[in-house]
């Protein structure tokens, strides 16, 4: 249920008609890498997110998931 719930959030966070389904698709994917606790997933995802911080629409969006990417990998380590 928890992990749903993220997703729903997440996929309102990003909406740009620019590369939509790619960022969505990425976002998605670094859900399901936080919650499984795959760290190497969640660098990768980092990284395929790059291409995107330009994009007026949904920059600042992306900018944020690749921070939460960096943290929940951090914080994953932790545990």
């Given at each position: ?63 944020y998931w690749r921070g939460f990417a960096l943290w929940r990998r951090a914080i994953n380590g932790f545990n």
């Amino acid at each position: 249920m928890r992990f749903q719930l993220a997703l729903a959030l997440a996929s309102l966070l990003v909406t740009s008609a620019t590369g939509q389904d790619s960022v969505n698709d990425l976002v998605k994917k670094i859900v399901r890498a936080d919650y499984e606790g795959d760290r190497a997933a969640l660098q990768n995802l980092y990284g395929a997110l790059a291409p995107y911080t330009n994009d007026q629409a949904n920059g600042a969006n992306v900018q944020y998931w690749r921070g939460f990417a960096l943290w929940r990998r951090a914080i994953n380590g932790f545990n």
